[in-house]
């Protein structure tokens, strides 16, 4: 069974990368309200996976 963290992780990539195709204000460096917000959930979502990976390998 897939890792549930990991699935969200990347479908809130995907959601970010869908959202970057269609936006016209959203730059390398500068994103509008929506994607901000979309990326700020994958920043959490990877992170978290990423520490939890870390410890699992740390024990």
């Known amino acids: 069974m897939p890792d549930d963290l990991y699935q969200r992780y990347q479908q809130a990539h995907r959601a970010h990368q869908a959202h970057r195709t ?14 901000e917000r979309l990326w700020s959930a994958f920043e959490r979502l ?3 996976y990423l520490k939890r990976q870390r410890n699992r390998t740390t024990r």
């Open 22 to 35: 269609d936006c016209t204000h959203c730059t390398d460096r500068a994103r509008c309200p929506d994607g």
């Open 46 to 48: 990877q992170d978290a």
